[in-house]
């Protein structure tokens, strides 16, 4: 028999948004050299928009998040999916989503964004 590890840790459940509208597939990344970094993406309902990709971010390892921002569409009557959240080596930040026609479900496309302001 092999010896175990056992890890404890203290965690902490930190609301980022706060509506009675749904919030799901929720995304986070940590910065590479500094993990009181932290961004988080997730699909969000927006009021005459529908479901977009909302985000916010962390200085402090989580303890308080920026107010959440949506992404616009791209076309009108496009509905949101399936972000994802990725920063490279340097420290750079890419959202990855699914924009897709959602009246007629003809139509959608990927998009890779990588922020300007962290």
């Not at 890890?7 to 749904?22: D, E, K």
């Not at 500094?34 to 961004?39: G, T, Y």
């Amino acid at each position: 028999m092999g010896s175990q590890t056992t890890f404890s840790g203290i965690s902490q459940n930190t609301a980022v948004t706060s509506t009675n509208l749904f919030e799901g597939e929720p995304t986070l990344a940590v910065h590479p050299t500094n993990s009181q970094r932290l961004a988080s993406a997730w699909i969000g309902v927006v009021l005459g928009q529908g479901a977009v990709i909302r985000t916010s971010t962390s200085n402090d390892g989580g303890a308080t998040w920026t107010t959440p921002i949506y992404i616009p569409h791209e076309t009108n009557h496009d509905k949101s999916a399936d972000p994802s959240l990725q920063f490279n080596s340097s420290g750079e930040l890419f959202l990855c989503y699914v924009d897709y026609d959602g009246t007629n479900f003809t139509s959608g496309e990927i998009y890779v964004r990588k922020s300007t302001d962290n």
